[in-house]
C-alpha cells in the first residue's frame, strides 16, 4: 500500500534507503557533496591510462586485427573493463557485444584459358566479385565496346550475348569535335565515371551474360593490387549479390580477342574457345563492437557517442603492429572517460543526456563496426543521436607540425553540420583545458581527406554532428613501431580531459544542439 501522507522528499529518502520497513530504522543516507566537473575530469589520469595502454597494446593482443584471437581478448578486455566499473550493457544485461557478420573475400583460385593460351593470374586478369565454383567451357566470346545501354547508345543492339563472356573496355564514346555521344556535351555521364563499373555489370548481368572480362589499362595495375593480394573485407550482406564472374583483364587478353580493342567500338561475337576454372575465398568472419551505456538522468533518449576503434592490423610478416597510438590512444581514452562519467553518476550526479561508449571493429578495413552501427543496427534511433565525438590517435605528436604548443589536437568535422557545436568545443576548451585546437585538417580540400577516413563519417553522412580528434601521422603510423612506451602521456591525458569535458557539457547542457548546416542527401 502506498503511504500517500509521505511528503515527496520523505519517500525519495525511503526509497533510497532500499528495503527498510519503517522510517524510524533507517540511517540518513551520506549526503555527497555536488563537485564540479573538473572533480571527475581529474579522475583522468596519465598514470592510468599508461596502465591500460600498456595492456591494450601489447603483443598478448596480437595487433588486434579484425575477428582473429587477438582480437577477441582485447574485447574481453573492454568488456571486462565495463564489468568492473559497474557501467551497463545497452544491448542485453552482461552482454556487451554488438555482433558485426562480415565477410573476407581473398582472390579465387582461378585458371583462364583463351584460344591456346594460358594467362596468369594478377599479370593478366584478376576477379572482382565471387563467381560460381566450377569450370566455363565456351566457343565464343562476345566483344560490346564501352557496354553501355542507354536511349541514344547502345552496344547490345545487335548482338545476343545470353549465356556469354562479353568484353567490355572502359569509357564512353565521342564525337568528333570532342563531347561525349551520351551527353551531348563535355559532361561525362555514368558511362564513364566511376558509376561506369556497377553500371556495366547491371546492364551485362539484364541481357543475360555469364560473365564480364573488363578491359581498362588505366586502372588494371591498381584493380590488381587491391584484389589480388590479402582479400578485402566487408560487412556480409543479408541479400547476396546475384552471382556473375567480373574479371578484370589486362591489355595481352584484351587484344588477344580484339586486337583492335583501343580503337574498335563496334559489337561483334568472336569466335575463340575459352576455358575458365574458378574456386571462390569468401571466408565469413565474426566480429563485434563493445557497447556501454550510462542512461541519462531527464533525457535519456537523447544520446551523446563517444568511439574509438577497437581493431587494429594484426602480424603482419610475423611482425606484431601493437597500435598503441592507432587506436589504443583513443580506446584507453574512452574507458578514462566512462570511469569518470560513473564517478559522477555514484556522486548523484548522472548526465542529463545518455552517453553510449563504443568501441568499434574493423575500422582498418574500411570503417566497417561503424557502418554496420549507422546502416544496420543503430543501438539507438540516429534521430535521436545528438553527436558524435570521435577518437582515432590522440597519444602522440606529428613531426610536420613545426609550430605552435605540443599541447595541441587537430579537431575535424567540429563545424560542418553544427555551428553550435564548434562553439561549445571552444568555450569548453578554454574553461577548463587550453589545449591548443588546430583546425589544418578540417579544410574540406584538405588532401588527405581524414574527414572521410575514420568512424566519426558514418555518423555525419547521417547529418548528425561529430568532433573527430586526432594527433596527426608519426613514422610509425601503421608500423609494428606503434608502441606504448612512444605515446606522451601528458597530452594523452590533457586531450581525454577536453572529451569529457565536451561529452559533460553536451549531456548536460538545457537545449539539445542545433544542426544548422544538415546536408541535403542526394538520393
Ligand atoms: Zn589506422
Known amino acids: 500500500m502506498r503511504k500517500l501522507f509521505l511528503t515527496t522528499g520523505a519517500a525519495a529518502l525511503l526509497m533510497a534507503c532500499g528495503t527498510s520497513k519503517t522510517a524510524t530504522t533507517t540511517k540518513a543516507p551520506e549526503v555527497k557533496p555536488k563537485q564540479d566537473v573538473s572533480f571527475f575530469a581529474n579522475t583522468i589520469t596519465s598514470d592510468e591510462l599508461k596502465e591500460a595502454l600498456y595492456t591494450y597494446a601489447s603483443d598478448d593482443f596480437e595487433g588486434r586485427d579484425t ?20 557501467i551497463p550493457s545497452p544491448i542485453s544485461e552482461g552482454d556487451y557485444f554488438q555482433k558485426v557478420p562480415l565477410e573476407k573475400q581473398a582472390a579465387p ?20 566479385t565471387d563467381g560460381e565454383n566450377g569450370e566455363v567451357n565456351s566457343q565464343e566470346i562476345a566483344y560490346v565496346g564501352y557496354g553501355i545501354d542507354s536511349e541514344n547508345y547502345s552496344s547490345y543492339k545487335d548482338i ?17 569535335d570532342g563531347t561525349f555521344i551520351i551527353s551531348g556535351s563535355d559532361k561525362a555521364s555514368k558511362w564513364s565515371t566511376n558509376q561506369q563499373y556497377r553500371a556495366k555489370r547491371e546492364i551485362a548481368l539484364s541481357k543475360g551474360a555469364k560473365g564480364i572480362l573488363f578491359y581498362s589499362p588505366q586502372i588494371y595495375p591498381m584493380v590488381a593490387q587491391q584484389f589480388g593480394s590479402g582479400g578485402q573485407m566487408g560487412l556480409k550482406e543479408d541479400t547476396p549479390q546475384e552471382k556473375m564472374y567480373y574479371i578484370f583483364v589486362n591489355s595481352s587478353i584484351a587484344k588477344a580477342v580484339v586486337e583492335e580493342i583501343d580503337s574498335e567500338t563496334t559489337s561483334k561475337l568472336i ?41 587494429h592490423e594484426g602480424v603482419k610478416g610475423g611482425a606484431i603492429y601493437n597500435g598503441a597510438d592507432d587506436d589504443g590512444s583513443g580506446t584507453v581514452a574512452i574507458l578514462e572517460i566512462a570511469e569518470a562519467f560513473k564517478a559522477a553518476v555514484d556522486n548523484g550526479q548522472t548526465p542529463k543526456r545518455s552517453i553510449l561508449f563504443l568501441h568499434v571493429t574493423g575500422e582498418e578495413k574500411g570503417l566497417l563496426g561503424s557502418q554496420y552501427y549507422t546502416d544496420k543496427d543503430p543501438i539507438f534511433p540516429l ?14 605528436t606529428d613531426p610536420q607540425r613545426t609550430e605552435g604548443d605540443r599541447n595541441y589536437v587537430y579537431l575535424i568535422g567540429s563545424d560542418k553540420l553544427s555551428t553550435e557545436l564548434h562553439n561549445l568545443s571552444e568555450e569548453v576548451n578554454k574553461k577548463c583545458c587550453n589545449v591548443e585546437l588546430d583546425y589544418k585538417f578540417n579544410d574540406d580540400n584538405d588532401p588527405n581527406r581524414f574527414y572521410y577516413r575514420s568512424d566519426h563519417y ?64 542526394a538520393e
Open 67 to 86: 575477428g582473429e584471437p587477438g582480437q577477441k581478448k582485447a574485447v574481453e578486455y573492454l568488456k571486462n573493463h565495463y564489468v568492473t566499473l559497474g
Open 109 to 128: 583460385d582461378m585458371t583462364l584459358k583463351i584460344g591456346d593460351k594460358e594467362f596468369k593470374a594478377i599479370e593478366d586478369y584478376v576477379s572482382v
Open 160 to 176: 545476343d550475348v545470353a549465356g556469354k563472356f562479353v568484353l567490355i573496355k572502359g569509357g564512353e564514346p565521342k564525337n568528333e
Open 271 to 311: 569466335k575463340t574457345p575459352m576455358n575458365l576454372t574458378f574456386k571462390s575465398n569468401v571466408k565469413e568472419v565474426d566480429s563485434e563492437n563493445v557497447a556501454a551505456f550510462i542512461k541519462g538522468s531527464e533525457k535519456p533518449d537523447e544520446i551523446i557517442v563517444i568511439s574509438a576503434h577497437l581493431d
Open 383 to 396: 534521430e535521436n543521436t545528438v553527436a558524435n565525438l570521435n577518437i582515432d590517435m590522440i597519444g602522440r
Open 458 to 521: 558514418n555518423f555525419a553522412k547521417n547529418n548528425i554532428p561529430v568532433i573527430f580528434y586526432f594527433n596527426g601521422t608519426h613514422a610509425d603510423y601503421h608500423q609494428p613501431s606503434d608502441t606504448p612506451d612512444k605515446i606522451e602521456y601528458d597530452l594523452l591525458e590533457n586531450r581525454t580531459r577536453l572529451i569529457f569535458n565536451t561529452a559533460w557539457e553536451l549531456a548536460n547542457r538545457d537545449a539539445r544542439i542545433i544542426v544548422d548546416k544538415a546536408e541535403v542527401k
